[in-house]
């Protein structure tokens, strides 16, 4: 956990370095709220879809109106903003499983395959945009890494889905005590259940499909938000702005993404032209609107939850 803090203050570090305060400060001079404004809602509207991309991937568990699940999604990604290792996403398929009674083990298979739909979404992003503008080689092999990763996943719960009772005869002849044996069994089999959708091309489609769009109103946000400072991003500028932001998550870091997001996204805009005392400022905007967002967000969902701080940090 540590690790994660000390990249964090090394990374704020060169996110400020060198950076004159002066001209910081100017382009903070030249916010136009308007844009801040209209931004927000685009940004929420993310939060809305997933959530019903939420309710298509855990129907074949539970069906679940995507209303009952927004909730608990912003909670979970209140307490990735909160607590180290992301640990959201187990605080989450908590929730949802006690809630609705329905194996947390299943609940976790079905925010693993939202984050492969993400993922899948976020390489077609880099596709298309590396068509217009250049990669640094570092961001290209994180690319194929992560694209890599993500096929690796796919290709083992297809085979864990096709293999179960194979699998399940070999646990039965393994030297283990009863209970452990059961235990596996049942975690197991509630996890295969809750992918076995990946093999159903429609129940594919719409969760892709709604990724897709999810991506293209971050990217619309980050648009917007570059305009509420006057900086001159274009359209599809802000796409490579998102796949490098996308980047800065999958590494160790501060809860929060402290630090990582500051760093890559000045770097990011470097690249493009943009200098930096336009670039941070704009960055951090975007970070701390999000960070706000969620906060309010998640306190909301906690309080109608009937839950506390105290309970996320219990769950993990």
């Excluded at 001159?232 to 997001?261: D, E, H, R, W």
């Amino acid at each position: 956990m540590w690790i994660g803090y000390v990249l964090a203050a090394i990374c704020l570090y060169f996110a400020f370095r060198g950076i004159s305060f002066r001209d910081f400060g100017e382009t903070l001079s030249h916010a136009r709220p308007i844009w801040i404004l209209l931004a927000l809602p685009v940004y929420l509207i993310g939060y809305v879809l997933r959530s019903e991309r939420w309710a298509i991937l855990i129907q074949p568990v539970h069906p679940i109106a995507a209303r009952d699940l927004f909730w608990l999604m912003i909670i979970g990604f209140f307490a990735n903003n909160v607590l180290p290792l992301r640990m959201g996403e187990l605080v989450r398929a908590h929730i949802c499983g006690t809630k609705f009674k329905i194996s947390r083990t299943a609940s976790l298979g079905t925010i693993l395959l939202e984050r492969l739909c993400d993922t899948l979404s976020f390489l077609t992003t880099f596709l298309v945009v590396a068509m217009l503008y250049p990669f640094p080689r570092f961001v290209e092999k994180g690319a194929l890494l992560l694209g890599g990763a993500c096929l690796g996943v796919i290709a083992a719960l297809i085979l864990i889905k096709n293999h179960e009772s194979p699998f399940l005869q070999i646990l039965d002849q393994v030297g283990l005590p009863a209970s452990w044996k059961e235990k596996i069994r049942h975690a197991t089999t509630h996890f295969i259940h809750s992918v076995s959708g990946i093999t159903r091309p429609r129940y594919v489609a719409e969760a892709i499909g709604l990724s897709l769009v999810i991506w293209t109103l971050e990217g619309t946000f980050l648009f917007m938000m570059a305009h509420a400072f006057a900086v001159k991003l274009q359209y599809s500028q802000a796409f490579f702005l998102l796949f490098v932001l996308g980047l800065s998550v999958t590494i160790p870091q501060a809860p929060g993404y402290v630090g990582t997001m500051e760093l890559f996204g000045v770097t990011a805009l470097s690249l493009l032209g943009i200098p930096k005392e336009q670039g941070l400022p704009v960055i951090l905007a975007i970070h701390g609107m999000q960070f706000t967002l969620i906060a309010v967000l998640g306190a909301i969902g906690l309080w109608r939850e009937g839950l506390s701080f105290h309970n996320l940090v219990a769950t993990t």
